[in-house]
């Protein structure tokens, strides 16, 4: 399966996996049905991660032929998909940090961090 055969929901996934391989496991979290625009203005562009994405990314994890080796696990809506190195997977993958998370409690998390700050900052 080659790059161009990918979605663009499962592009967003692997490049995130690719940004910051610096020696670590890469660990990208995702919910099946995510949407959410990123940026502002000309830089804007939107992540959707759909059920076709995540069946796109099980089939390119199985057939990559780039050489990397990676790990997909589901639990229900759930999806982490872990880059490994040395095509291992580690005995205790908590020690690891979520590198990316496209989740809708994540960002509702963000959200709700960014109000308590500026709340905090306009106080002051």
Known sequence: MEWTD???GSKAVLEQTR???NDQIQIVEFEIGFEQEYGEGDNSYIVSIQEDD??????FTKE???????????NKNIVKII?????KIPDNLSEFPVFRQYKFDYL???????????TAEQED
């Not at 990559?64 to 589901?74: F, P, V």
């Open 83 to 87: 880059l490994l190195e040395n095509g």
């Open 108 to 118: 509702k998390k963000n959200r709700e961090t960014e109000s308590a700050e500026e």
């Open 6 to 8: 990918l979605t663009e």
């Open 64 to 74: 990559n032929e780039y050489g990397d080796k990676y790990h997909m696990a589901r």
């Open 54 to 59: 995540y069946e796109n990314l099980k089939r």
């Open 19 to 21: 940004n910051m391989k």
